[in-house]
């Protein structure tokens, strides 16, 4: 790994090649905010200063929105998104259970961060049940189970079984506490509709987009989350 110094930031660099199928250099920012370059193994570049200068106005774009992302901690007090409220969190040692209000949780003193994560995935599992088979009933879906889970690079996932149409389910990220309730939306819609086409052709959007037009600009906004860190707050270890 190697640092390097952009704007008068240290900035760390982590390089990797990829053998696969990928055809062109790839860099981007994580959300560590550290520059990801991913090589082919054709690539051009043995050092990777230059590829980074090319791309200084896109990574400076992406630093920036990182820092615009609303960070949120579960510290003494902190105040934090959750399905898109607002909500100042707290421990307090007064208390046996959580006390809920409109802009407030509180949590006992003796709550870690796995039952504060416990309370979430509950708390999300009760809006999804609501949001998961209101879209069913309305358009007339299949209907299959869904699980919440940590995972590191989705927000929900639709398994299809060849087999046996028993084992199909879908799974949905703990993660979507954090996200406003519409982006929850568009993703129990995305996997509902992936039932019908299991891969992101057009008739899949055109599925898609029957039910929720502003889907692509919803997918968007999605993706300026940071599932990595988000997941982090929640005190799932980093991949
Ligand atoms: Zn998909």
Excluded at 57 to 68: A, E, M, R, S, W
Aim: charged share 30%; with cysteine; glycine share 2%.
């Amino acid at each position: 790994m190697r640092e390097l110094i952009i704007n008068h930031k240290e900035i760390k660099v982590i390089e990797t090649t990829n053998y696969d199928l990928q055809k062109y250099d790839t860099i981007r920012v994580n959300s560590y905010g550290e520059i990801v370059i991913e090589y082919t193994c054709y690539s051009r570049w043995s050092n990777p200063e230059p590829f980074i200068k090319k791309n200084i106005p896109f990574i400076q774009k992406q630093l920036d929105t990182l820092k615009k992302t609303i960070l949120p901690t579960f510290k003494n007090e902190s105040v934090v998104y959750l399905l898109g409220r607002k909500y100042t969190v707290y421990r307090s040692k007064r208390i046996q259970t959580v006390r809920k209000t409109k802009n407030g949780i509180a949590f006992p003193r003796s709550y870690t961060i796995s039952n504060i994560r416990q309370y979430l995935k509950d708390w999300l599992e009760d809006v999804l049940d609501i949001i998961y088979y209101h879209y069913i009933k309305k358009y007339n879906l299949e209907t299959v189970s869904f699980h919440i889970i940590e995972a590191h690079s989705y927000w929900g996932i639709c398994h299809r079984s060849r087999k046996s149409h028993f084992k199909d389910y879908i799974k949905f990220n703990t993660a979507l506490i954090f996200v406003p309730i519409r982006l929850v939306e568009y993703v129990v819609v995305h996997e509902l509709c992936h039932l019908k086409h299991m891969n992101h052709g057009q008739s899949f959007w055109d599925e898609v987009e029957g039910i929720l037009p502003d889907a692509k600009k919803k997918r968007k906004l999605l993706h300026s989350y940071h599932l990595e860190w988000l997941l982090e707050r929640l005190g799932v270890k980093r991949r």
